[in-house]
């Protein structure tokens, strides 16, 4: 079984929809993140999570929000989607110094 | 503020062929860095990384990088591509704090030749 999952792995939606993107790990990390990836600008930080009670904003958190429900969880919300939120989302574990990436998300706001 | 940036967009090399991907960042620390490789569909795979000790890592998949303090880089090397390596590449770089955030450059996307 994959160590850190995604779901769903794919999704579309329509504008002013809300959309949860939800993950799992099973590697005992604290330190969770939402990342999305778009062609030709890498991977940007959503937000992040150094544990159940500690989230912080990421470079890029404007229309987005999080929850993280427990050391194993991490939930990304689009409170109400728009276009340019399509993207591929990836979310990451890390231990103290790797971060290991789940198989990422692709949304697709109409 | 850190920054990564990966001057070439996309490689092409043959089969057999040597690899440099380049890497350049941008940090007034001593960084944390890594490589990290995405074949189509999936995620992210870590393929190496630096925080100090020996200028030259070796990594995953006969990859090997060489941190350059004085260039500020840490350029990606294979010496003979397969057709299997033919992915997207990306570089980052941590704070030495290790707060866990990564900043990443934007990717080199490598195609192999037959």
């Known amino acids: 079984d994959a160590d850190v999952t995604q779901t769903p792995r794919n999704r579309i939606t329509k504008t002013g929809k809300r959309i949860m993107l939800e993950c799992s790990q099973t590697?005992?990390?604290?330190?969770m993140y939402w990342y999305r990836q778009d062609p030709g600008l890498g991977l940007r930080l959503i937000y992040y999570?150094?544990?159940?009670?500690?989230?912080n904003k990421g470079e890029i958190s404007d229309g987005y929000s999080v929850s993280r429900q427990a050391q194993a969880k991490f939930s990304l919300s689009l409170e109400s989607a728009i276009p340019n939120q399509t993207a591929l989302y990836f979310c990451?574990?890390?231990?103290?110094?790797?971060?290991?990436f789940g198989p990422g998300t692709r949304l697709t706001v109409l | 503020a850190q920054s990564v940036t990966q001057p070439d967009i996309h490689i092409t090399v043959s089969e057999g062929a040597s690899l440099e991907l380049r890497c350049n960042y941008s940090y007034g620390a001593t960084p944390y860095l890594f490589w990290y490789v995405q074949s189509p569909g999936q995620g992210l795979q870590l393929l190496l990384k630096?925080?100090?000790?020996?200028?030259l890592v070796q990594g995953i998949k006969g990859f090997e990088a060489e941190f350059k303090r004085s260039q500020s880089s840490f350029n990606l090397r294979k010496p003979s591509v397969h057709w299997s390596d033919a992915a997207e590449y990306f570089c980052a770089v941590a704070g030495s704090g290790n707060t866990g955030k990564l900043i990443f450059g934007q990717g080199t996307t490598l195609q192999v030749k037959p």
């Open positions: 990451a574990t890390s231990d103290w110094d790797t971060q290991y």
């Open positions: 999570s150094f544990d159940v009670k500690d989230i």
């Open positions: 630096y925080f100090s000790g020996d200028t």
């Open positions: 590697k005992g990390h604290d330190r």
